[in-house]
């Protein structure tokens, strides 16, 4: 058995915007066929995010996508969801967003949800890829850390697209059913994840994901040695659970 050959973080490449849109096209097709394939009794388990069972994270999926096919929408539903901030007992703003996407779906059948994703998701994409470049480059967004302060693309390239990537391997783990992963796709998010993960620390360390979308990864000399599943991994870093050593830097997805 080969063994696969160690990557240095520092030389991926990171995911560039043309990229970035067949990327999200994939995943796109990916969130629709994972909701498409649940069963009844799938919509009410319950997922690693307090407050949603697996039926209101495709809503917020599907709300996103209908923010982000129209800037009028998605300042609309900003607006909306200040005052549920605090009701809610969240933080930042755009946790009273997501709220206002679940609660406007509330009435909508599964049925009905995966019709809107499907319908709005691909027009979602196209109205990213419109993002005029002097906006784009505009740093508005204020995350929290590590990420801090970024430009308008690093939500609207990859930042929209991971949130889908994330909720897909939720909606896996809260159904224990397998989540769809390969090498190009799956294993290409992953790869640019860590790539950003390992840019926020200075501690060298050597990276075995295991799974169909991991990789060896190194940074630096001398460092932790960690082997562990890939899905397991990005739990860690989306704060889904917790990690030690290296694994307890996190990174908002």
Not at 122 to 135: F, Q, W
Not at 188 to 201: P, Q, T
Request: charged letters at 25%; a negative charge; aromatic letters at 8%.
């Amino acid at each position: 058995m080969m063994t696969e050959p160690s990557v240095d973080v520092s030389t991926i490449p990171r995911i560039t915007h043309d990229e970035s849109t067949e990327i999200t096209a994939v995943e796109n097709r990916k969130f629709g066929e994972q909701l498409r394939n649940l069963g009844a009794n799938d919509w009410s388990a319950p997922t690693a995010c307090e407050r949603w069972d697996v039926r209101a994270m495709a809503a917020h999926v599907v709300g996103g996508a209908a923010g982000q096919i129209s800037p009028r929408e998605f300042v609309r539903q900003v607006r909306a969801g200040r005052p549920l901030v605090k009701e809610i007992g969240a933080q930042y703003w755009w946790d009273g967003m997501n709220e206002v996407q679940v609660r406007e779906r509330e009435q909508l059948g599964t049925d009905e949800l995966i019709a809107e994703w499907i319908t709005n998701s691909e027009r979602a994409r196209v109205a990213r890829n419109k993002l005029p470049k002097p906006i784009g480059r505009l740093p508005l967004l204020k995350l929290p850390a590590p990420v801090g302060r970024q430009r308008l693309t690093y939500l609207f390239d990859m930042g929209f697209t991971r949130d889908v990537w994330a909720h897909r391997m939720d909606i896996a783990a809260a159904t224990n059913r397998p989540m769809d992963l390969d090498a190009n796709h799956d294993g290409r998010i992953i790869a640019d994840v860590v790539a950003e993960w390992s840019s926020y620390f200075d501690e060298p360390f050597t990276l075995e994901l295991t799974g169909p979308a991991g990789g060896h990864f190194t940074s630096g000399s001398g460092g932790e040695s960690v082997r562990i599943d890939t899905l397991e991994f990005m739990m860690i870093l989306a704060e889904r659970a917790e990690g030690t050593g290296v694994l307890h830097h996190t990174l908002p997805l």
